[in-house]
Protein backbone atom coordinates (compact mmCIF):
# COMPACT_ATOMS: atom_id res chain seq x y z
CA UNK A 1 0.00 0.00 0.00
CA UNK A 2 0.74 3.57 -0.79
CA UNK A 3 0.39 7.01 0.90
CA UNK A 4 1.89 10.13 0.53
CA UNK A 5 4.09 11.42 3.81
CA UNK A 6 6.34 14.49 3.96
CA UNK A 7 9.42 14.36 5.61
CA UNK A 8 10.94 17.81 6.91
CA UNK A 9 14.62 16.22 7.33
CA UNK A 10 17.16 18.86 9.03
CA UNK A 11 20.57 19.72 7.88
CA UNK A 12 21.99 17.83 11.27
CA UNK A 13 24.80 18.95 12.86
CA UNK A 14 28.20 17.05 14.44
CA UNK A 15 28.22 17.18 18.09
CA UNK A 16 30.60 16.78 20.77
CA UNK A 17 30.45 15.83 24.20
CA UNK A 18 32.12 13.86 26.78
CA UNK A 19 29.32 11.30 26.53
CA UNK A 20 28.34 10.83 23.33
CA UNK A 21 24.05 10.83 22.54
CA UNK A 22 24.42 7.39 21.70
CA UNK A 23 26.53 4.61 23.63
CA UNK A 24 27.70 1.39 23.41
CA UNK A 25 25.74 -0.18 26.17
CA UNK A 26 23.71 -2.62 24.76
CA UNK A 27 20.38 -4.15 25.95
CA UNK A 28 20.03 -6.76 28.56
CA UNK A 29 20.03 -10.31 28.28
CA UNK A 30 16.90 -11.49 27.70
CA UNK A 31 15.28 -14.71 26.63
CA UNK A 32 14.12 -14.09 23.25
CA UNK A 33 12.42 -16.88 21.05
CA UNK A 34 12.06 -16.49 17.35
CA UNK A 35 7.88 -16.33 16.05
CA UNK A 36 9.18 -15.57 12.63
CA UNK A 37 12.48 -15.08 10.55
CA UNK A 38 13.22 -14.43 7.02
CA UNK A 39 16.86 -14.50 5.98
CA UNK A 40 16.02 -14.98 1.85
CA UNK A 41 18.63 -17.80 1.45
CA UNK A 42 15.80 -18.81 -1.08
CA UNK A 43 15.32 -16.99 -3.60
CA UNK A 44 12.46 -18.89 -4.70
CA UNK A 45 10.36 -18.50 -1.49
CA UNK A 46 6.89 -17.07 -1.98
CA UNK A 47 6.42 -15.68 1.43
CA UNK A 48 7.46 -11.67 0.53
CA UNK A 49 6.61 -10.87 -3.38
CA UNK A 50 8.62 -9.88 -5.98
CA UNK A 51 8.77 -8.91 -9.60
CA UNK A 52 7.02 -5.18 -10.87
CA UNK A 53 4.47 -3.43 -8.92
CA UNK A 54 3.22 -0.19 -10.18
CA UNK A 55 0.50 2.44 -9.33
CA UNK A 56 -0.78 5.34 -9.48
CA UNK A 57 2.77 7.57 -9.57
CA UNK A 58 5.05 4.92 -8.16
CA UNK A 59 6.96 1.72 -9.79
CA UNK A 60 8.83 -1.22 -7.74
CA UNK A 61 10.89 -3.73 -8.63
CA UNK A 62 11.59 -6.29 -5.93
CA UNK A 63 13.92 -9.50 -6.27
CA UNK A 64 15.88 -11.81 -4.37
CA UNK A 65 19.53 -12.64 -4.90
CA UNK A 66 22.71 -12.60 -2.45
CA UNK A 67 20.10 -13.26 0.24
CA UNK A 68 19.21 -9.85 0.16
CA UNK A 69 15.20 -8.47 -0.54
CA UNK A 70 16.02 -6.20 -2.96
CA UNK A 71 13.80 -2.79 -4.36
CA UNK A 72 14.38 -0.11 -6.76
CA UNK A 73 11.37 2.40 -6.27
CA UNK A 74 10.75 5.50 -7.98
CA UNK A 75 8.03 7.69 -6.70
CA UNK A 76 7.40 10.99 -8.45
CA UNK A 77 4.90 11.98 -5.52
CA UNK A 78 6.85 10.84 -2.68
CA UNK A 79 4.81 8.07 -1.77
CA UNK A 80 5.83 5.38 0.83
CA UNK A 81 4.89 1.67 0.23
CA UNK A 82 5.28 -0.92 2.94
CA UNK A 83 4.84 -4.96 3.23
CA UNK A 84 3.58 -6.50 6.08
CA UNK A 85 5.49 -9.20 8.45
CA UNK A 86 2.89 -12.78 8.53
CA UNK A 87 0.77 -13.29 11.11
CA UNK A 88 2.46 -15.35 13.98
CA UNK A 89 0.89 -17.07 17.11
CA UNK A 90 2.22 -14.82 20.25
CA UNK A 91 2.20 -15.53 23.75
CA UNK A 92 -0.10 -13.25 25.73
CA UNK A 93 1.66 -10.97 28.02
CA UNK A 94 5.11 -11.24 26.73
CA UNK A 95 6.90 -8.19 25.23
CA UNK A 96 7.73 -8.78 21.67
CA UNK A 97 10.95 -7.24 19.27
CA UNK A 98 10.65 -6.80 15.35
CA UNK A 99 13.94 -6.28 13.57
CA UNK A 100 15.54 -5.27 9.96
CA UNK A 101 18.92 -5.22 8.48
CA UNK A 102 18.59 -2.29 5.71
CA UNK A 103 21.41 -1.23 3.64
CA UNK A 104 20.54 2.75 1.79
CA UNK A 105 21.78 4.92 -1.01
CA UNK A 106 25.20 5.97 -0.17
CA UNK A 107 24.74 9.56 0.53
CA UNK A 108 21.88 10.06 -2.52
CA UNK A 109 19.42 9.60 -3.74
CA UNK A 110 18.15 10.73 -0.13
CA UNK A 111 15.36 7.94 1.56
CA UNK A 112 14.54 6.61 4.66
CA UNK A 113 13.57 2.79 5.26
CA UNK A 114 12.08 1.20 8.61
CA UNK A 115 9.90 -1.03 10.81
CA UNK A 116 5.89 -0.07 10.53
CA UNK A 117 4.08 -0.45 13.77
CA UNK A 118 0.80 -1.14 15.46
CA UNK A 119 -1.18 -0.47 12.25
CA UNK A 120 -4.83 -0.46 12.81
CA UNK A 121 -7.48 0.29 10.54
CA UNK A 122 -6.86 4.70 10.39
CA UNK A 123 -3.21 4.85 12.24
CA UNK A 124 0.42 3.07 12.82
CA UNK A 125 4.02 4.43 14.12
CA UNK A 126 7.01 4.60 11.71
CA UNK A 127 10.20 4.13 12.96
CA UNK A 128 13.16 5.28 10.20
CA UNK A 129 16.52 5.07 9.48
CA UNK A 130 17.91 7.80 6.75
CA UNK A 131 20.45 8.47 4.73
CA UNK A 132 21.39 11.61 5.80
CA UNK A 133 22.68 9.72 8.95
CA UNK A 134 19.54 10.59 11.47
CA UNK A 135 16.88 8.30 12.82
CA UNK A 136 12.83 8.97 13.61
CA UNK A 137 9.89 7.84 14.57
CA UNK A 138 6.44 9.34 13.12
CA UNK A 139 3.19 8.74 13.24
CA UNK A 140 0.21 8.65 11.14
CA UNK A 141 -3.38 9.25 12.80
CA UNK A 142 -6.29 9.72 10.75
CA UNK A 143 -4.43 11.66 7.67
CA UNK A 144 -1.92 13.37 9.99
CA UNK A 145 1.92 12.86 10.52
CA UNK A 146 3.28 13.76 13.69
CA UNK A 147 6.79 13.49 14.75
CA UNK A 148 7.03 11.67 18.32
CA UNK A 149 10.89 11.38 18.19
CA UNK A 150 12.30 14.44 16.34
CA UNK A 151 14.73 13.22 13.51
CA UNK A 152 18.23 12.82 15.58
CA UNK A 153 21.82 12.34 14.06
CA UNK A 154 23.17 9.30 14.71
CA UNK A 155 27.00 8.68 15.00
CA UNK A 156 27.32 5.20 14.84
CA UNK A 157 25.68 5.04 11.06
CA UNK A 158 28.46 3.87 8.44
CA UNK A 159 27.20 4.76 4.33
CA UNK A 160 27.05 1.64 2.02
CA UNK A 161 26.85 -0.68 4.63
CA UNK A 162 23.90 -2.68 6.29
CA UNK A 163 22.35 -1.63 9.25
CA UNK A 164 20.41 -3.36 12.01
CA UNK A 165 17.32 -1.89 13.75
CA UNK A 166 15.43 -2.89 16.43
CA UNK A 167 12.48 -2.52 17.97
CA UNK A 168 11.23 -3.87 21.66
CA UNK A 169 7.46 -3.21 22.98
CA UNK A 170 7.52 -3.93 26.46
CA UNK A 171 4.81 -2.50 29.65
CA UNK A 172 3.61 0.30 27.48
CA UNK A 173 7.20 1.57 26.09
CA UNK A 174 9.06 0.72 23.08
CA UNK A 175 13.35 1.23 22.83
CA UNK A 176 14.80 1.68 19.60
CA UNK A 177 18.13 0.22 18.66
CA UNK A 178 20.91 0.55 15.90
CA UNK A 179 23.08 -2.52 15.68
CA UNK A 180 22.42 -3.35 19.25
CA UNK A 181 23.07 0.06 20.88
CA UNK A 182 20.48 1.91 22.31
CA UNK A 183 19.03 4.96 20.73
CA UNK A 184 15.75 6.23 22.06
CA UNK A 185 12.39 5.26 23.57
CA UNK A 186 8.82 6.54 23.73
CA UNK A 187 5.82 5.46 25.46
CA UNK A 188 3.65 2.76 22.74
CA UNK A 189 1.58 -0.01 23.72
CA UNK A 190 1.60 -3.23 21.86
CA UNK A 191 -1.86 -3.59 20.32
CA UNK A 192 -1.15 -6.64 18.11
CA UNK A 193 -2.08 -4.73 15.23
CA UNK A 194 -0.16 -5.30 11.75
CA UNK A 195 3.76 -4.98 11.68
CA UNK A 196 5.80 -4.86 8.28
CA UNK A 197 8.65 -3.07 6.59
CA UNK A 198 8.63 0.66 5.35
CA UNK A 199 10.62 2.25 2.65
CA UNK A 200 10.50 5.75 1.56
CA UNK A 201 12.11 7.90 -0.96
CA UNK A 202 12.49 11.35 -0.43
CA UNK A 203 13.14 12.22 -4.34
CA UNK A 204 11.99 11.50 -7.72
CA UNK A 205 15.16 9.70 -8.67
CA UNK A 206 14.96 5.63 -8.66
CA UNK A 207 15.99 4.59 -5.27
CA UNK A 208 17.95 1.07 -4.49
CA UNK A 209 17.13 -0.06 -0.70
CA UNK A 210 17.76 -3.91 0.30
CA UNK A 211 16.99 -5.78 3.33
CA UNK A 212 18.35 -8.67 5.16
CA UNK A 213 17.18 -10.90 8.00
CA UNK A 214 13.78 -9.72 9.64
CA UNK A 215 12.85 -11.04 12.68
CA UNK A 216 9.82 -10.95 14.48
CA UNK A 217 10.69 -12.40 18.70
CA UNK A 218 9.29 -12.77 21.89
CA UNK A 219 9.93 -12.89 25.65
CA UNK A 220 8.45 -13.06 28.90
CA UNK A 221 7.72 -9.39 29.86
CA UNK A 222 10.11 -7.27 31.86
CA UNK A 223 9.45 -6.40 35.28
CA UNK A 224 6.92 -3.42 35.63
CA UNK A 225 9.07 0.01 36.54
CA UNK A 226 7.67 3.25 37.65
CA UNK A 227 4.43 4.40 35.98
CA UNK A 228 4.13 8.32 35.07
CA UNK A 229 1.31 10.02 36.53
CA UNK A 230 -1.28 11.42 34.06
CA UNK A 231 -0.28 14.80 33.41
CA UNK A 232 2.99 14.18 33.00
CA UNK A 233 3.17 14.78 28.42
CA UNK A 234 4.39 12.24 26.32
CA UNK A 235 7.41 14.03 25.31
CA UNK A 236 8.46 14.52 28.70
CA UNK A 237 8.23 10.58 30.10
CA UNK A 238 9.91 10.09 26.80
CA UNK A 239 13.13 12.06 27.92
CA UNK A 240 13.47 10.58 31.25
CA UNK A 241 12.61 7.35 30.43
CA UNK A 242 15.56 7.72 27.21
CA UNK A 243 17.90 9.22 29.93
CA UNK A 244 16.98 6.13 32.47
CA UNK A 245 17.51 3.44 29.95
CA UNK A 246 20.86 4.97 28.92
CA UNK A 247 22.00 5.55 32.88
CA UNK A 248 21.82 9.33 32.48
CA UNK A 249 19.42 9.58 35.40
CA UNK A 250 19.18 7.25 38.34
CA UNK A 251 15.19 7.11 38.31
CA UNK A 252 12.63 8.58 36.77
CA UNK A 253 10.13 8.87 40.05
CA UNK A 254 9.38 12.74 40.65
CA UNK A 255 6.34 15.07 40.13
CA UNK A 256 5.40 17.43 37.12
CA UNK A 257 4.58 21.06 36.84
CA UNK A 258 4.25 23.87 34.46
CA UNK A 259 4.25 27.63 34.75
CA UNK A 260 3.47 30.44 32.75
CA UNK A 261 5.00 32.15 29.83
CA UNK A 262 7.44 34.61 30.46
CA UNK A 263 9.34 37.32 28.16
CA UNK A 264 12.83 39.06 29.07
CA UNK A 265 14.77 41.63 27.35
CA UNK A 266 17.91 43.40 28.41
CA UNK A 267 19.93 46.25 26.30
CA UNK A 268 23.26 46.13 28.67
CA UNK A 269 26.26 44.57 26.54
CA UNK A 270 28.09 41.90 28.69
CA UNK A 271 25.07 41.82 31.22
CA UNK A 272 22.22 39.21 32.05
CA UNK A 273 18.65 39.38 33.62
CA UNK A 274 17.86 36.69 35.61
CA UNK A 275 13.91 36.26 36.58
CA UNK A 276 13.50 33.64 39.75
CA UNK A 277 10.58 30.81 39.02
CA UNK A 278 10.24 30.24 42.91
CA UNK A 279 11.26 26.98 42.87
CA UNK A 280 14.13 24.81 44.63
CA UNK A 281 15.77 21.92 44.11
CA UNK A 282 18.26 19.89 42.66
CA UNK A 283 17.64 17.51 40.36
CA UNK A 284 15.00 18.08 37.80
CA UNK A 285 14.11 18.05 34.21
CA UNK A 286 13.49 22.01 32.69
CA UNK A 287 12.20 22.09 29.25
CA UNK A 288 11.33 25.80 27.39
CA UNK A 289 10.22 26.48 23.76
CA UNK A 290 12.78 29.46 23.28
CA UNK A 291 11.97 32.39 20.94
CA UNK A 292 15.29 35.07 20.85
CA UNK A 293 16.19 38.32 18.75
CA UNK A 294 18.37 40.60 18.81
CA UNK A 295 17.75 44.66 17.85
CA UNK A 296 21.55 45.30 16.98
CA UNK A 297 22.85 43.47 13.71
CA UNK A 298 25.84 43.12 15.25
CA UNK A 299 25.88 41.93 18.88
CA UNK A 300 28.33 40.20 20.78
CA UNK A 301 27.07 36.96 19.58
CA UNK A 302 28.78 34.71 21.73
CA UNK A 303 27.30 36.28 24.91
CA UNK A 304 23.69 36.93 23.55
CA UNK A 305 21.20 34.39 24.00
CA UNK A 306 18.65 32.72 26.28
CA UNK A 307 18.43 30.07 28.80
CA UNK A 308 18.58 28.97 32.82
CA UNK A 309 19.79 29.27 36.20
CA UNK A 310 19.71 26.48 38.31
CA UNK A 311 21.31 25.05 41.99
CA UNK A 312 21.36 28.64 42.90
CA UNK A 313 22.81 29.81 46.12
CA UNK A 314 23.17 33.12 45.57
CA UNK A 315 23.49 36.17 42.99
CA UNK A 316 27.26 34.65 42.36
CA UNK A 317 27.17 30.85 42.95
CA UNK A 318 24.84 29.33 40.54
CA UNK A 319 24.69 27.24 37.23
CA UNK A 320 23.93 28.33 33.94
CA UNK A 321 22.93 26.65 30.28
CA UNK A 322 21.99 29.27 27.46
CA UNK A 323 21.56 29.16 23.96
CA UNK A 324 23.84 31.65 22.43
CA UNK A 325 23.34 33.82 18.93
CA UNK A 326 26.69 32.36 17.84
CA UNK A 327 24.95 28.65 17.65
CA UNK A 328 26.03 27.22 20.17
CA UNK A 329 25.03 26.32 23.86
CA UNK A 330 26.51 27.10 26.54
CA UNK A 331 26.77 24.94 30.21
CA UNK A 332 28.78 26.95 33.34
CA UNK A 333 29.00 27.23 36.85
CA UNK A 334 29.85 30.63 39.10
CA UNK A 335 31.52 30.21 42.16
CA UNK A 336 31.77 33.19 44.10
CA UNK A 337 31.71 35.33 40.83
CA UNK A 338 34.11 33.39 38.60
CA UNK A 339 33.05 32.10 36.16
CA UNK A 340 34.02 27.81 35.20
CA UNK A 341 32.77 26.82 31.72
CA UNK A 342 31.71 23.03 32.19
CA UNK A 343 30.71 22.13 27.75
CA UNK A 344 30.00 23.64 24.45
CA UNK A 345 27.38 21.62 22.50
CA UNK A 346 26.58 22.72 19.16
CA UNK A 347 23.08 23.40 17.75
CA UNK A 348 23.35 25.11 14.49
CA UNK A 349 24.58 28.41 12.73
CA UNK A 350 24.46 31.80 14.39
CA UNK A 351 21.36 33.97 13.77
CA UNK A 352 19.68 37.01 15.12
CA UNK A 353 16.08 35.60 15.76
CA UNK A 354 15.49 32.40 15.92
CA UNK A 355 13.82 29.81 18.08
CA UNK A 356 14.28 26.16 19.56
CA UNK A 357 13.23 23.99 22.52
CA UNK A 358 16.38 23.93 25.60
CA UNK A 359 15.39 21.01 27.76
CA UNK A 360 18.02 20.93 30.99
CA UNK A 361 17.99 17.65 33.00
CA UNK A 362 19.95 17.61 36.57
CA UNK A 363 20.82 14.69 38.55
CA UNK A 364 23.62 15.09 40.86
CA UNK A 365 26.71 14.45 39.31
CA UNK A 366 24.96 13.81 35.70
CA UNK A 367 23.82 16.89 33.42
CA UNK A 368 22.28 16.29 30.53
CA UNK A 369 21.48 18.93 27.47
CA UNK A 370 19.00 18.45 24.80
CA UNK A 371 17.92 20.58 21.57
CA UNK A 372 14.60 19.98 20.35
CA UNK A 373 14.51 16.97 22.19
CA UNK A 374 17.42 15.75 20.83
CA UNK A 375 19.85 14.56 23.54
CA UNK A 376 23.56 16.32 22.94
CA UNK A 377 25.31 14.73 25.56
CA UNK A 378 25.86 14.34 29.57
CA UNK A 379 28.10 15.65 31.46
CA UNK A 380 29.11 12.64 33.99
CA UNK A 381 31.26 14.24 36.88
CA UNK A 382 30.16 17.63 37.58
CA UNK A 383 31.70 17.38 41.37
CA UNK A 384 29.65 20.75 42.24
CA UNK A 385 25.77 20.13 43.62
CA UNK A 386 23.80 21.54 45.86
CA UNK A 387 19.82 22.98 46.27
CA UNK A 388 19.46 26.18 44.99
CA UNK A 389 16.81 28.27 43.40
CA UNK A 390 15.74 27.84 39.41
CA UNK A 391 15.33 30.78 36.97
CA UNK A 392 15.34 32.24 33.63
CA UNK A 393 17.88 34.19 32.15
CA UNK A 394 18.69 36.39 29.36
CA UNK A 395 22.14 37.53 28.29
CA UNK A 396 22.65 41.10 26.67
CA UNK A 397 25.17 41.32 23.52
CA UNK A 398 24.22 44.98 23.01
CA UNK A 399 23.29 48.13 24.65
CA UNK A 400 20.96 48.81 21.18
CA UNK A 401 17.02 49.51 21.87
CA UNK A 402 15.95 46.43 23.69
CA UNK A 403 18.58 44.55 23.30
CA UNK A 404 18.36 40.65 23.21
CA UNK A 405 14.71 39.77 23.76
CA UNK A 406 13.75 36.02 24.85
CA UNK A 407 10.38 34.66 25.30
CA UNK A 408 9.62 31.31 27.11
CA UNK A 409 6.74 29.42 26.38
CA UNK A 410 5.56 25.57 26.97
CA UNK A 411 7.60 25.87 30.09
CA UNK A 412 7.37 22.27 32.00
CA UNK A 413 9.20 21.02 34.62
CA UNK A 414 9.82 17.95 36.41
CA UNK A 415 11.18 17.45 39.92
CA UNK A 416 13.36 14.05 40.32
CA UNK A 417 12.59 12.30 43.65
Known amino acids: MKRTIFLFLLILT ?82 IAFSVSIQLPSYTPYA ?13 YSFLLCNDSSYGLLQYHEGTWDQKIPFSPLQSYEQDQSSTIRVEISNGWADFYLNGLLLDTYPMNDQNGINGIIVQPLTSDVTAISFRDIRLEEAPAKAQETVFADNVPDSISRILKMLKNKDRIDDIAGSFSSFPDQELSLAQMGYSE ?144
Not at 17 to 26: L, R, Y
Not at 112 to 124: R, Y
Request: net charge negative; aromatic share 12%; proline share 3%.
Open 274 to 417: KMDLGISGQDYLLQSDISWKSAYEKPDFTNSGCGFIFRNENEYTFQRVYLSLDGNIYLSAFRNGTEIPIMTYNYGTWSLQGEGTLTLVADQAKISILYNENLLGTIHNASWMADGSTGLVVQSGTNFDFGTSCTFKNNQMYVLN
Open 14 to 95: VLISPVSAQETAENLETDWRILFQSDFSDPNQTLWPTGSDVSDTTTIDRSISDSTYQWSIQSAGGQFSWLSFPAVERTAGYQ
Open 112 to 124: CAGLMLNKQEDSF
